[in-house]
């Protein structure tokens, strides 16, 4: 267990204000690299008829995770899943009222230009907040970076991670439908308690973060996962639907949490370029490991979706905890000399 990372202890009440503005700015940000990131699941159905953030996402991270607590990096995380969330909702809103998807994308456009141009407006806060130099990236190129202790652990565990997120929110309905034989509006409704769940897990996870810590937060996520999964297994429908309703919760903690222990991992002067590595090894998780499940399911079984689940859970599983003992070695022999 390990305390969060800040630039001060103390703040002078001008100091405290504009620390907390800059939060909420970077909350902003985060919701708005949520809101397009459900658009084209939403708006597809309609968009095929007619054959027509990565820097930021890493900066952000990295930012929080230098400065600010665990508890602020679960609701920042939070905030993105409210971003998800919303944009189904515009979308549909312009579909049903026969505007078109074009229309969606318009609106969402619209909200990120509002908070684009607060984001700019907030760069004085950036500057006296020090966020330019404070927690520098160190340019470590790759073939540097996976010879630091645990660095390649990280990585597959965070492909693991995204690879078992998005087969799991993308997939359920298909699943459910295809193998378990719920009708297709029950199937609808509990995915979107799958994404809810992990939301709302995260604002939950906010208050507690800090007490227990991101190493133990990152374990109870997993066996919750790992609870959820079992469920999903069980030959009946009931306890299958629950079960992936506990997957999503489960999922809360392990993300921001192994972003949020990256200084502590690796040492702030890495941590930049380690917070972009790792996610791109989280982004490779979520573009390849969906699609090959797809594969899987039409030329297997589509019966397959727990277990596919389970082998990235496990990967999970084992990678963090050798992570750990990784990152223990290192920090007793720097401890030594």
Same mark, same amino acid.
């Given at each position: 267990?390990?305390?969060?990372?800040?630039?001060?202890?103390?703040?002078?009440? !001008?100091?405290?204000?504009?620390?907390?503005?800059?939060?909420?700015?970077?909350?902003?940000? *985060?919701?708005?690299?949520?809101?397009?990131?459900?658009?084209?699941?939403?708006?597809?159905? /309609?968009?095929?008829? &007619?054959?027509?953030?990565?820097?930021?996402?890493?900066a952000l991270n990295n930012y929080v995770a230098v400065h600010y607590s665990s508890r602020q990096m679960?609701?920042?995380?939070? *905030?993105?899943?409210?971003?998800?969330?919303?944009? +189904? %909702?515009?979308?549909?809103?312009?579909?049903?009222?026969? #505007?078109?998807?074009?229309?969606?994308?318009?609106? /969402?456009?619209?909200?990120?230009?509002?908070?684009?141009?607060?984001? *700019?407006?907030?760069?004085?806060?950036?500057?006296?907040?020090?966020?330019?130099? !404070?927690?520098?990236?160190?340019?470590?190129?790759?073939?540097?970076?996976?010879?630091?202790?645990?660095?390649?652990?990280?990585?597959?565990?965070?492909?693991?991670?995204?690879?078992?997120?998005?087969?799991?929110?993308?997939?359920?309905?298909? %699943?459910? /439908?295809?193998?378990?034989?719920?009708?297709?509006?029950?199937?609808?409704?509990?995915?979107? #308690?799958?994404?809810?769940? &992990?939301?709302?897990?995260?604002?939950?996870?906010?208050?507690?973060?800090?007490?227990?810590?991101?190493?133990?937060?990152?374990?109870?996520?997993?066996? #919750? $996962?790992?609870?959820? $999964?079992?469920?999903?297994?069980?030959?009946?429908?009931?306890?299958?639907?629950?079960?992936?309703?506990?997957?999503?919760?489960?999922?809360?903690?392990? =993300?921001?949490?192994?972003?949020?222990? @990256? +200084? =502590?991992?690796?040492?702030?002067?890495?941590?930049?370029?380690?917070?972009? $590595?790792?996610?791109?090894?989280?982004? @490779?998780?979520?573009?390849?490991?969906?699609?090959?499940?797809?594969?899987?399911?039409?030329?297997?079984?589509?019966?397959? =979706?727990?277990? =596919?689940?389970?082998?990235?859970?496990?990967?999970?599983?084992?990678?963090? &905890?050798?992570?750990?003992?990784?990152?223990?070695?290192?920090?007793? !022999?720097?401890?030594?000399?």
């Amino acid at each position: 267990m390990h305390g969060p990372f800040t630039v001060k202890d103390s703040f002078s009440r !001008e100091e405290t204000v504009m620390v907390s503005l800059l939060l909420a700015i970077i909350y902003m940000a *985060f919701l708005s690299l949520g809101l397009p990131d459900s658009l084209l699941g939403s708006g597809w159905p /309609v968009m095929r008829l &007619e054959l027509g953030a990565g820097a930021v996402d890493a900066a952000l991270n990295n930012y929080v995770a230098v400065h600010y607590s665990s508890r602020q990096m679960s609701w920042l995380h939070a *905030f993105w899943g409210v971003g998800v969330t919303i944009s +189904p %909702y515009i979308m549909s809103s312009c579909l049903i009222g026969g #505007l078109g998807w074009q229309t969606g994308y318009r609106r /969402v456009s619209l909200l990120q230009i509002v908070l684009t141009v607060i984001l *700019f407006a907030a760069l004085p806060l950036w500057r006296r907040s020090g966020g330019a130099s !404070e927690g520098a990236a160190a340019d470590v190129p790759l073939s540097k970076a996976v010879k630091i202790p645990g660095v390649p652990f990280v990585m597959l565990a965070f492909l693991g991670f995204c690879a078992l997120e998005t087969t799991a929110g993308l997939w359920a309905s298909s %699943y459910l /439908v295809g193998a378990r034989g719920v009708d297709a509006e029950t199937a609808a409704k509990f995915t979107a #308690l799958f994404y809810m769940g &992990e939301t709302v897990g995260r604002v939950a996870n906010g208050f507690v973060a800090d007490r227990f810590g991101d190493r133990n937060m990152i374990r109870v996520g997993l066996v #919750l $996962i790992l609870a959820g $999964i079992g469920r999903v297994l069980v030959p009946i429908n009931t306890v299958a639907l629950a079960g992936l309703v506990v997957v999503g919760p489960g999922a809360a903690p392990v =993300y921001p949490c192994i972003i949020h222990a @990256t +200084p =502590y991992n690796f040492g702030t002067e890495n941590s930049q370029a380690l917070v972009g $590595i790792q996610m791109a090894s989280a982004y @490779t998780g979520s573009t390849l490991m969906p699609p090959l499940f797809g594969l899987i399911a039409q030329h297997i079984n589509v019966g397959l =979706y727990p277990f =596919y689940l389970l082998l990235f859970a496990g990967l999970m599983l084992v990678m963090t &905890e050798l992570l750990n003992r990784a990152v223990g070695r290192r920090r007793q !022999e720097s401890g030594r000399q």
